[in-house]
């Protein structure tokens, strides 16, 4: 059993974000990730938070070292969120999608600050500034929620439609969304553990594909390999090696296994790898050459005699019987 080609036409290759050359904190270009979100509505959040900060500073009159140290914490997090898309997305992945690593950080620095503000008393604010900070603070907060309300309600709505939330556009698409049905139902069940089969119960078995959520993890050491855990520092697989230095490195890892997923919706092209080659970020390029390394490797050993013998394959996934 495989994946029906003909009644998904989703692929991967729809998954590739826009670039941005540099970030641009007040573009109000709309970015991949998020519902209809631009650097605009974060950076005004950031804007927004050390506004009020200052503000509440300003009009204490004793200070409270609690309060000065969740006030801290919370500034803290907002210059952490410049500091990561100005400096550290360009090391990684890029500034579109650094937003999906520093924005939950912006979220912990607004509860922090909401506890500052609420940690000091009412006698301990100048009470001709006391005013001045509650609308400044309400203001503030508002115009952040309307900022981000559409947002929000789109994220709802498609939950409701869709059954999911996730926020890259492609996967709005209703044949991501039958390919899900497909892949975290039974028949996906059966798919995936119909290949496990192949392999002896009780054996280590290392595994590449995108459904490995359904395979039976009690019947088999599973061995979970995907293309960003291939850029861990720690590995230390011989991806520029001959073919009989990576398969002693797997015997050496007590796996004579692989259940290799190659074809098939969720599977990335070779032209998919060779466009990410070229990215302007060097996290997405390792990651890229890393993905096709270990494939070709994959694909090397189950064709070439001598390294493996095929016990299992159904057109999109492939288990293989290291020698």
């Known amino acids: 059993m495989s994946v029906p080609e003909t009644e998904f036409m989703f692929s991967s290759e729809l998954h590739s974000a826009p670039i941005l050359p540099a970030w641009q904190p007040f573009s109000t270009e709309i970015l991949f990730y998020g519902f209809n979100v631009t ?7 950031v804007l927004a938070l050390i506004t009020v900060s200052c503000v509440a500073a300003y009009s204490v009159r004793k200070p ?22 100005w400096i550290l997305a360009p090391m990684m992945s890029g500034h579109n999608a650094g937003v999906r690593y520093v924005g939950p950080v912006l979220i912990a620095g607004c509860a922090l600050f909401a506890a500052a503000v609420g940690s000091w008393e009412h006698g301990n604010l100048k009470h001709a500034r006391e005013t001045i900070l509650r609308w400044v603070t309400i203001i503030a907060g508002c115009s952040v929620l309307v900022a981000f309300a559409p947002s929000v309600l789109a994220r709802y709505e498609q939950a409701w439609r869709l059954g999911h939330a996730l926020a890259i556009p492609t996967l709005k698409h209703r044949d991501y969304v039958h390919y899900c049905d497909f892949v975290m139902g039974p028949r996906g069940r059966r798919w995936v553990q119909g290949a496990q089969a192949a392999i002896p119960a009780g054996e280590t078995a290392l595994v590449w594909t995108k459904a490995s959520f359904q395979l039976n993890y009690a019947r088999n050491n599973i061995v979970d390999v995907d293309p960003a855990g291939l850029t861990s520092p720690g590995l230390d697989f011989p991806f520029a090696s001959e073919l009989d230095a990576g398969v002693e490195y797997l015997k050496s890892q007590g796996t004579s296994n692989v259940l290799w997923q190659y074809a098939g919706p969720a599977v990335r092209s070779r032209k998919a790898m060779q466009f990410a080659l070229k990215n302007d970020f060097p996290r997405r390029r390792i990651i890229a050459l890393r993905h096709q390394q270990f494939v070709s490797f994959l694909s090397k050993i189950s064709t070439t005699d001598g390294y493996a013998d095929v016990i299992y394959d159904d057109g999109q996934i492939r288990v293989l019987r290291i020698k």
């Open 39 to 45: 650097n605009m509505h974060f950076s005004f959040f």
């Open 64 to 85: 409270n070292p609690k309060s000065w140290m969740l006030l801290s914490a919370a500034l803290s997090l907002a210059i952490f969120y410049i500091i990561g898309m």
